[in-house]
């Protein structure tokens, strides 16, 4: 059974604070994606990871980062939180073809106030 | 630029009956469309997907159909139960481009008993 797992189920923080959102997951896939989810807005996507050390920038990748060190472990960076990154984030993996499943985790709810 | 697009903020049906979830997109490039649900507090999973060298796929209670003269896709659902009532997100690919899933807004489907 494939699990994805986030760090943290809801997060809290200052505007201006350094975040740190972590995701692992267990199935050796080789694609991991940051997503975020808005009322109204749906799953826009972030970053998204092929390979170890590589990285794309997806839709709306302004005022985040990515780091991915191992496999399977892909980390998204809020530089300095700013309220309207107040969202949920949602991390998903897959193997490498577009059309193989996505797998998410449960979410991280975070609030910047 | 909305590239899949759910019309259709909410669905309200009845036990038993039919439930048709729609999704238009503009992209004619993709060719290969995913629907995922979601429940409240937790990730997204994958529930049905399509290639569009068929047009229809069915998986017990749940159908997709597709159109791609009219670049339309709808997932029917029968019968519904109460257990469906979720957010249900269109996805749409294109395999030979950037693989990226663009998802739609999503469609909150609640199935009254």
């Known amino acids: 059974d494939v699990k994805v797992t986030q760090s943290s189920r809801y997060l809290v923080k200052r505007t201006g604070e350094k975040v740190f959102l972590e995701c692992v997951q267990d199935?050796?896939?080789?694609?991991m994606f940051w997503y975020r989810q808005d009322p109204g807005l749906g799953l826009r996507l972030i970053y998204f990871?092929?390979?170890?050390?590589?990285?794309e920038k997806g839709d709306i990748p302004e005022g985040y980062s990515v780091s991915r060190e191992k496999k399977e472990r892909f980390s998204l960076i809020l530089e300095s939180a700013s309220t309207n990154q107040t969202s949920m984030y949602l991390c998903?993996?897959?193997?490498?073809?577009?059309?193989?499943?996505?797998?998410f985790g449960p979410g991280t709810r975070l609030t910047v106030l | 630029d909305q590239q899949v697009k759910q019309n259709s903020p909410s669905l309200s049906v009845q036990e038993g009956r039919i439930s048709i979830l729609n999704c238009d997109y503009t992209?004619?490039?993709?060719?290969?469309f995913l629907w995922y649900k979601k429940y409240p507090a937790e990730g997204p999973t994958f529930l049905i997907s399509?290639?569009?060298?068929?047009d229809k796929n069915e998986d017990g209670r749940f159908t997709v159909f597709l159109n791609k003269s009219a670049k339309h896709l709808s997932l029917h659902i029968v019968p519904s139960q109460p257990g469906d009532s979720a957010v249900y997100f269109c996805?749409?690919?294109?395999?030979?481009?950037?693989?990226?899933?663009?998802f739609g807004k999503g469609t909150k489907l609640t199935v009254n008993p």
């Open positions: 990871s092929y390979d170890v050390k590589m990285k």
């Open positions: 199935m050796d896939h080789e694609n």
């Open positions: 998903a993996s897959s193997y490498p073809h577009g059309s193989d499943t996505q797998y």
């Open positions: 399509i290639s569009s060298i068929k």
């Open positions: 992209n004619s490039m993709f060719d290969y």
């Open positions: 996805a749409a690919l294109s395999q030979g481009g950037s693989e990226k899933l663009v």
